[in-house]
């Protein structure tokens, strides 16, 4: 078992090291010196652009910028932003739980509706609603996720009023950040007239961020469904006199999830990539909104920083899954 | 599924052409025959745009601006889907936008096809260290979320259409490598590679000649889907300011640029968003369908 689990770490470094590599060159090719950012139009003498360079290490050859980069990485230090003057590390932990919270609610959402409605649709296979789960989910994957948002805001939000536009949380409330988590803070903290606030803000959000999961979800399910129920098992379960709701819960199903399990698991990169969209739309103070600000205003280190810490933790979860599913199935463990 | 499956039911000595076969099983499935209807019918509005649209989409009409489209109060036929917060004809944009909407597709998918079609046959063709160097480099740029990727890409580039071009080519090349990849080394020790191979073939015959016509149904597949990413992800890229730059009409572009009308003129924003949802739709449509069409697995 620990050997399964080191030959999987022992894959991931290369793989790190790789996207550390990566966000390096990533700010050497952005037109213009880190230098001449900072300074601006002020202009600067030579000396002191000597001087300035060999502060921040640029005078070195490329391949010992790399290897600092990577120490400094590995101790945590991701760099300072331009713009504010913080450590990119301390920006990015201030903001995560805000894309993290939204993230898992989506995954939640995706996953309670998409699980029983691809199970459904696999069991009552050419029906009515079978297609319809189909068509809708299939229509959810090719959903311009920005125009969704949009079209749920102007909706919910405008014509119906059931909503806020954008935010976490209403202007009267102030929070004192706990865990980061809104939910979680607001009932810490005792108020329920904010909890009541912070899920309100939180439900468009989550249904946008939400669709593609729910749609590829759904689509996983049915198809894994499909092709469990196909069995000799099933049919020898059925034989014994079982009942539908059993043979679908207890035999059927746990094989099925496998798959989905791993399809839930890779949806990890989908939802921190399309943070940055439906945060933008929301405004949600959270690393997608922040990546994007950061692009506009030129603060390449914080961008660099946040690529890599969003990758990390995609590259995390990811081996999570991959572990966890050697737990799960001893097949997989002892294949290799 | 009725019991007449079989296309050569009558006593045919000869299997029926490969193009007919594939017909017979595609023609089956009425949501695939639906997206490729959609498909050509965008694709002609595309070509003929100048021709169809009823006026420029740059001109600016002082006196109809914000005009609601012809079913609306205060709507006209002169401009059936109303008209923008300049006063530019919504449908002779949304027209010109398929042009460039298509353009990216076939730009996008021929650029990351050939780049990881490339990848993968020499991956997948020599193996050992060039195998491995290539998949890591490709597993890399997996392991970051493709939106991410995208993004990152177009910012280092620069705003503007052809980097948002380049910057969604860059995300989906593992995906045809991986695909190449697997496909050529399902074939390679085939016998019929092995006699050629025997028979003095050199590489690049090898891979293109011998090997590449057996490999091409799932990059088939993965191509007409990867049509609805590059749209998908162009428009993202667009809505967020980094793809094709105002007053070009790209669909993603014209919703961000008249998001403060989103209320009093809701028109301005549903057409671009339907435009994108239903080209996306129907690319899907047709990429499932051909799946099931091509994939000799489901074949009954």
Known sequence: ?336 | MSASQSPAAAPVSRPPHPLLEFWYHFKQNKGSLLGLAVILAITVIALFAEWLAPHDPNIQFREAILTPPVWADGGSWRFILGTDDIGRDMLSRLMYGARLSMMIGVIVVTLSLAVGLAFGMVAGFFGGMVDVLIMRVMDILLALPSMLLAVVVAAILGPGLVNAMLAVSVVVIPHYARLTRAAVLAEVNRDYVIASRVAGAGPLRLMLIVVLPNCVAPLIVQATLGFSTAILDAAALGFLGLGAQPPTPEWGTMLASSLQFLQRAPWVVTWPGVSILVTVLAFNLLGDGLRDALDPKLKR
């Open chain 1, 1 to 336: 078992m620990l050997r399964f689990i080191l030959t999987r770490v022992s894959l991931v470094i290369p793989t790190f090291l790789g996207i550390t590599f990566l966000t390096f060159i990533l700010i050497r090719l952005v037109p213009g010196d880190p230098i001449e950012v900072r300074v601006g139009e002020r202009g600067i003498s030579p000396e002191r652009l000597a001087q300035f360079r060999h502060e921040l290490g640029l005078d070195l050859p490329l391949w010992r910028q790399f290897l600092d980069y990577v120490w400094n990485v590995l101790h945590g230090d991701f760099g300072v932003s331009l713009i504010t003057h913080n450590p990119v590390l301390t920006e990015f932990v201030t903001l995560f739980p805000a894309t993290l919270e939204l993230a898992l609610s989506a995954m939640l959402f995706a996953t309670l509706i998409g699980l029983p409605a691809g199970i459904l649709a696999a069991v009552k296979r050419g029906s009515l609603f079978d297609h319809g789960v189909m068509g809708i989910s299939l229509t959810g994957y090719s959903m311009p996720i920005f125009w969704w948002g949009l079209l749920l805001i102007l909706f919910f939000s405008v014509a119906l009023g059931w909503t806020p536009v954008s935010g976490r949380l209403d202007l009267l409330y102030y929070i004192e950040p706990q865990t980061g988590f809104m939910l979680i803070d607001t009932l810490m903290a005792g108020e329920y007239d904010a909890f009541r606030s912070a899920l309100r803000h939180l439900i468009l959000p989550t249904i946008v961020l939400g669709t593609v999961p729910l749609a590829v979800v759904a689509r996983m399910t049915r198809s894994a469904m499909l092709e469990v129920l196909g069995e000799d098992y099933i049919r020898t379960a059925h034989a014994k006199g079982l009942s539908d709701s059993r043979v679908i819960g207890m035999h059927a199903l746990r094989n099925a999830l496998i798959p989905v399990v791993t399809v839930i698991g890779l949806q990890v990169g989908t939802l921190l990539g399309g943070a940055i969209l439906t945060e933008t739309i929301f405004s949600w103070p959270g690393i997608g909104k922040w990546l994007i600000e950061s692009i506009g205003r030129r603060d390449y280190p914080a961008l660099q920083g946040g690529v890599l810490l969003i990758a990390t933790s995609v590259i995390a979860v990811n081996l999570l899954v991959d572990v966890l599913y050697g737990v799960l199935n001893p097949r997989i463990r002892h294949a290799r």
